[in-house]
T-cell receptor, first 112, second 116 residues
Framework: DSGVTQTPKHLITATGQRVTLRCSPR?????VYWYQQSLDQGLQFLIQ???????AKGNILERFSAQQFPDLHSELNLSSLELGDSALYFC???????????FGPGTRLTVL | AQSVTQPDIHITVSEGASLELRCNYS??????LFWYVQSPGQGLQLLLK??????LVQGIKGFEAEFKRSQSSFNLRKPSVHWSDAAEYFC??????????????FGTGTQLKVEL
């Protein structure tokens, strides 16, 4: 158990819908990262927050957004969902900007 | 372009045999280097990391990795594989930057199968 929690574990929804994935970092970690794992794209970095501020952005679609709240938990919002958004979404956290990242168990999103 | 290459998509070894998984990176400067393991239906678990110093690093579960600057490689090894090691293994790098983020860039993964 890495100490990073993600909810829900599974999510099934329809095209065009909007969902919110939630992540709670390890106690004491200030940085949160979101990654997407799909069969065709592999593991890809989406976005990073550090102590509430966005620090880095990867291949994140405009339909996706994220935020980190004052209690340091983070949410990833996915809207206007498409079939291709079906993937495993991981959250990771680290103490600071240059430390190893610890991953949560992931949220498996299925878009029908 | 910056990249991480894991040339072996699948590897099969017999239980008790030694294992080496290859990883090469292409970056302007030596990045931070990591190996993660993902068991079926599970998240990613950090096996070991290299930031600086001794080029042979020890990790959990009996794994080790050697950083070779001249070859831009960070290969993962284990002297004797156990059936429970069957999983997918990912090499990952983080460029050493000041300011900015430290996103992980992953290789495509190597699926390890262990024959009993």
């Amino acid at each position: 158990d890495s100490g990073v929690t993600q909810t829900p574990k599974h999510l099934i929804t329809a095209t065009g819908q909007r969902v919110t994935l939630r992540c709670s970092p390890r106690s004491g970690d200030l940085s949160v990262y979101w990654y997407q794992q799909s069969l065709d794209q592999g593991l890809q970095f989406l976005i990073q927050y550090y102590n509430g501020e966005e620090r880095a952005k990867g291949n994140i679609l405009e339909r996706f957004s994220a935020q980190q709240f004052p209690d340091l938990h983070s949410e990833l919002n996915l809207s206007s969902l498409e079939l291709g958004d079906s993937a495993l979404y991981f959250c990771a956290s680290s103490v600071a900007m240059d430390n190893e990242q610890f991953f949560g168990p992931g949220t498996r999103l299925t878009v029908l | 372009a910056q990249s991480v290459t894991q040339p072996d998509i699948h590897i099969t070894v017999s239980e008790g045999a030694s294992l080496e998984l290859r990883c090469n990176y292409s970056y302007g400067a030596t990045p931070y280097l990591f190996w993660y393991v993902q068991s079926p239906g599970q998240g990613l678990q950090l096996l070991l990391k290299y930031f600086s110093g001794d080029t042979l690093v020890q990790g959990i579960k009996g794994f080790e990795a050697e950083f070779k600057r001249s070859q831009s490689s960070f290969n993962l090894r284990k002297p004797s594989v156990h059936w429970s090691d069957a999983a997918e293994y990912f090499c990952a790098v983080v460029p050493i930057l000041t300011g900015g983020g430290n996103k992980l860039t992953f290789g495509t993964g190597t699926q390890l199968k262990v024959e009993l």
